[in-house]
């Protein structure tokens, strides 16, 4: 065997044994900006309004069409049919004096999640609760809940009577 073709099989024996180069781990996407925080927040201000204005319509239009809403005692709902039902028969409570007031928000990308609490006025009497929801970028660059998830806290115990 010819030196030259003896250096041609080490090389392509070198070649075939060398590990392969190792790919790069996708960057992660980049934190929420201000911007994006801000239009997430202001998610949660448009269902507060809407609530208030006792506007389901308005309501649904922050729900992706696939979100899921899940509320105490009862099933998860979704889609936008389904969560327009439970929307309009939370409204028919008539409920008023709702705020929610967003504790933490963070996200990377297009997902984001919000973490608050809430109370409105219903039937003469205050409600509190608290939220978790997962908001979704949208195509049109909208910010919309992909899963609003929320439960009510429970109501204080009466104050025992006064002794005599």
């Not at 809403?69 to 099933?75: F, T």
């Not at 929801?133 to 025992?160: H, T």
Request: one cysteine or more; glycine letters at 8%; a negative charge.
């Amino acid at each position: 065997m010819s030196r030259t073709a003896a250096a041609l099989m080490l090389a392509t024996l070198a070649a075939c044994a060398a590990p392969a180069p190792k790919e790069s781990a996708p960057a992660a996407p980049a934190p929420l900006s201000a911007a994006d925080e801000a239009a997430v927040r202001a998610v949660d201000e448009a269902w507060a309004k809407a609530a208030n204005a006792g506007d389901v319509a308005g309501l649904v239009a922050v729900y992706a069409d696939d979100a899921i809403l899940q509320g105490p005692d009862a099933a998860p709902v979704q889609g936008k049919e389904a969560i327009t039902q439970a929307l309009t028969a939370l409204m028919a409570g008539k409920p008023s004096n709702v705020v929610l007031n967003t504790q933490k928000v963070e996200g990377r990308g297009d997902l984001a999640y919000m973490v608050g609490e809430f109370s409105m006025s219903m039937g003469g009497q205050t409600a509190t609760g608290h939220y978790t929801e997962v908001l979704k970028k949208q195509a049109d660059g909208s910010w919309k809940y992909q899963v609003d998830a929320y439960a009510m806290n429970a109501a204080a115990a009466p104050a025992a009577p006064a002794k005599k």
